[in-house]
């Protein structure tokens, strides 16, 4: 075989490729790498500089109802064109302005929200509304019917941003997406506000209930709670050398993740925290709350301030400093990489 020349390869594969073959032996070191080589990018969007400008010109080109979800996604610059920031998760930064409706719909994807900016806007989950404020964790289960409003909260009416997160690439993968439009342009409400996290929210559950689903019966945790309980273990614990105090967001049922395809997280960084670098093959994407800092990512460094957005590819390295007192919100793919058996970390 040894006298085999490269031409007589090259005629072998275009005489195999019309019949829609191809060789392994070519391909093989790609498809089986030694180590993640995924082609998504470091990046950051600055909210107040570039985002927020660019959504509020959106509200004068087109209607929240128009658009159904009048959404700027956030592209990984590795991926233009995909809808996607990492290749497996989407993430966009959604406004309504005050009087609007985003009409009710649902589709198998799993959805959260996160509040960027803003107060005063609602969402309506399967019958139950909850208002938004910043920092609170909302999500949609798949198949759910929801819509979104903007009353105004104490007589104040303001335009509202958060952060859409969704499995959109996964289901896509999958060939599994299915979507339908309400007949109704708002929901009726029909429990009283608060209600999920009344049965759900304190460690307990009503005695009869029967949960069929794998996403969490808590569809709105609320900041206040969760900025509380990072207050608390500041005060008791010493940060994490590499993540600070950090809390994962979960199902009270399970213990498991909120939804089946996406992780989320919490955490606060002190005053001065110079972290040490980790890193995971779930790719995470990271909404600044509070505070400022540096996200140091695969080599490269992003300033953050609060409200801008940035992800961290699939394992690279990321260490974290910060100039005063920052809180982090993020979300990933880490329940799907579980339940594969494939989830790796290093802390370096």
Same mark, same amino acid.
């Given at each position: ?125 399967? =019958? ?26 104490? =007589? ?184 594969? =058996? ?7």
């Amino acid at each position: 075989m040894s006298t085999v020349t490269k031409a007589q390869r090259a005629d072998y594969y275009e005489r195999i490729r019309p019949l829609h073959l191809a060789p392994l032996w070519e391909s093989l070191h790609t498809l089986v790498p030694r180590e993640p080589q995924t082609p998504c990018v470091p990046a950051l969007w600055r909210y107040d500089e570039v985002i927020k400008p660019l959504l509020m010109q959106s509200a004068s080109l087109i209607t929240a109802e128009e658009a159904v979800r009048r959404v700027l996604v956030l592209e990984n610059p590795a991926l233009p064109g995909r809808a996607c920031i990492t290749q497996s998760l989407y993430a966009g930064l959604q406004l309504i302005m005050p009087g609007e409706v985003a009409p009710s719909h649902r589709h198998v994807q799993s959805a959260l929200r996160f509040i960027v900016d803003g107060r005063g806007a609602y969402t309506t989950v399967e =019958g139950e509304r909850t208002t938004m404020v910043p920092g609170d964790f909302i999500i949609t289960p798949s198949w759910a019917w929801h819509d979104h409003g903007n009353e105004g909260i104490d =007589g104040v009416s303001e335009p509202v941003v958060w952060l859409d997160g969704l499995d959109i690439p996964m289901l896509r993968f999958f060939d599994a997406g299915f979507a339908e439009n309400d007949e109704k342009r708002m929901q009726t409400v029909s429990h009283p506000e608060g209600q999920s996290f009344a049965r759900f929210g304190h460690n307990m559950v009503p005695v009869r209930h029967d949960h069929a689903t794998p996403t969490s019966p808590i569809f709105s945790y609320p900041y206040s709670r969760s900025r509380e309980a990072l207050a608390q273990l500041q005060k008791s614990e010493v940060p994490d050398a590499w993540q600070g105090h950090k809390l994962r967001y979960i199902n009270p049922l399970t213990g498991g993740a909120p939804m089946p395809t996406i992780a989320t997280f919490l955490q606060l960084l002190p005053k001065g925290f110079a972290g040490k670098a980790h890193r995971s093959t779930d790719g995470s994407v990271y909404s600044v709350v509070e505070g400022r800092g540096t996200a140091h990512i695969g080599g490269e460094s992003f300033a953050f301030g609060p409200r801008d957005t940035f992800v961290v590819p699939s394992w690279a390295p990321l260490r974290l400093d910060t100039s005063e007192e920052a809180v982090l919100f993020s979300f990933s793919d880490r329940p799907v990489q579980l339940a594969m =058996g494939v989830l790796r970390e290093a802390f370096l």
